[in-house]
């Protein structure tokens, strides 16, 4: 029996029909129809679909959006299909996720059998009602597996309630398609003329106001309609307050308030301009909501789950019910933790881009609008705005996952290559925070990374070592690394830190960057693979940015959330939604090159095969590069438009070795030596965009 399957993809034909009126029918019908998959020796996958784990499997699925009509909820789901024997094969099991160093091992259910659908809910986006359904179109029991070639989806239609947050605007709906496989629905939905009395919405203390007032009026100055509102002035407001003490606290009364603003001003963003301390009264200036998540399957004896009450502001983004339907400790439950009603406690896309300038001073205040301002008005400096640094530290998660540069290498082809990228890798050369410090200080207009951290550490920097940026262009860091956004100031177990955590010093700092996403509590690897919970949040914030052309930060956080809806339940993939914070201006746009120059490099010669004193390749069915003797390096270099290229260089272990000026482009290494080593190349244009590309080889004298 084969345990492990590798999957080629086979076309999937996606049909969606709705025979029935849905201004009049009470069923939406959609069919679709799956080729037969292949297997291999480590996954399968079918063409269309995506993978998710079930029940600790890996399986194809296929995620639906759907778009219920107009004042409709889904009432009675019927799934049903044509199923085909497949063969006696077990799936893969999930690798386990490394939480802090800790492998969080879920135990795999082979006696399971697995299920033919999976509802994950029904949300609201902006008034709009779409139900989240993963079609799974393999299954496997009692030790065999069946396809299905065709599955019938039916869902039928039950009155439901017109949400109060519907503002009929054709900005809401257009934002609502992004995120739908039936847009056509969009159209039972009403128009309104809605009148937009203000776009962004700043909160901070009263005596905070006037210091905020600068940053506002920049703001109307460039056509945005700006208001402030203190947190004295809404907890004083009694069209705020709820009866039930458990959502009349400082959190439920700033929600109830940013849910009226957007209804009735037609608020866009959101900045939470205050501090969050939980320890210190005077520092909590906007008190976080804490929501629920856990991760299962730790090794810490009896107890097979952690959980975490992790700062989320999700919570003054997503503004559809309350978060804890039922009244426990416990705020956005999933559905199997809810114990009155069995749905998802947490709404999970957002109506309002939410960011967070943790300021508790005038001087961090004054700090955050200059860096603000600065980047957004840097437009001229094309070669600070081309840099794209990557950072990648040794995890020791073992196999692929190792190394933080194999899961920032994910990140590159979702770069434009108007871009230049520049990478600091522990897998090619460790690295140090003076090395760091030097980038930054030149001038970097985003930062990624991946490596380990804490409350008051990351990026190799404690917080004391920020004193190393004297940067004056600042940049957007999104990063991976554990506790470094916890805003509250927390550390394990339950203790606070005095001093403020590494994000807020970051931001907050004269130096450093203008905005940055962190997580609020441990981030989440898995153990031989780069396909981690904060991977694919980070990776979606990418497509966001430069593929869904989704600039500003706020909207790309939210939607890197979203994109990721429809697998909320797998194994840390909620912890890791509540944790992604944005600290910093979420209408910011990243900034983007007006001439671009694009780099296209690509290594010619070696090859993958033997290569003996120069000649080759023999040996070509060889599966990597293999060198006796003296080898020239040929790089095939252009640019886009053609004429920009001024230079290539050639790096051995990230010692730069040669570089050349004219084509063809190439150097000859003599050197007699024994081992692995990594060949870099970067080809430069005229503009000082660049681009990269390394291979390993294995050379013999």
Known sequence: MIKKIVAIGIAILFLATFPVSPKNGNRIVLNLAFDEPVIGNEGIEMKGCKSIDINGLILPAKPLHILLPYGKDAGKIKVSGKKIYFGEYMPVEAKPLILNGIKIKEKAYYEKATPLYQKVGEYWLRGYRILVLNILPLEYNNGKTYYYSRIKVEIDLKDGKVNELYRGMEKDREWVRRYIDNPWMLDEYPKKAVEQEYEYLIITSEKFKNAFQRFAKYKEEHGIKTKIATVEEIIANSSFWSANPMFNDTQAKIRRFIRYAYQNWGIEYVLLGGDGDAANESSNIIPPRYLYATCYGLPLGKADELEAYIPSDVYYACLDGDFNTDDDDKWGENASGNSATHEDEADLYAEVWVGRACVDGIEEINNFINKTIAYEESSEDEHYIMQILLLGEYLGFGGEAEWGGNHKDNVIPFIPYSYNITTLYDRNKEWNKYDLAKKLNN???????????????????????????????????YSQTCLAGSFDNWYPENHYYE??????????????????????????????????PGERYDLSFFKALFQENIREIGRANHYSKEDNVWRIDENGMRWTYYETNLFGDPMVKIKELENKIEVNVEIAKPGKG???????????????????????????????????????????DNELMSVDNTAPYQWTWGETTMGKHVISVEAIATNGNSRWKSIEIFKII
């Open 499 to 532: 001093d403020d955590c590494f994000a807020e010093h970051l931001t907050l700092d004269e130096h450093g960057a203008f905005a940055c996403i962190m997580n609020a509590r441990y981030g989440l690897g898995r153990e031989n693979s780069t396909d981690s």
């Open 610 to 652: 033997l290569y003996l004193f120069n000649f080759g390749p023999f040996l070509k069915f060889l599966n990597k590069s293999i060198v006796v003797g003296s080898i020239t390096i040929e790089v095939n270099a252009s640019t886009n438009p053609e004429g920009n290229m001024k230079e290539v260089k050639f790096y051995v």
């Open 443 to 477: 001038g970097v207009n985003i930062v990624n990374h991946d490596g380990h951290g804490w409350t008051t550490y990351a990026l190799k920097m404690r917080n004391h070592d920020l004193s190393l940026l004297n940067n004056t262009k600042y940049f957007f860091l």
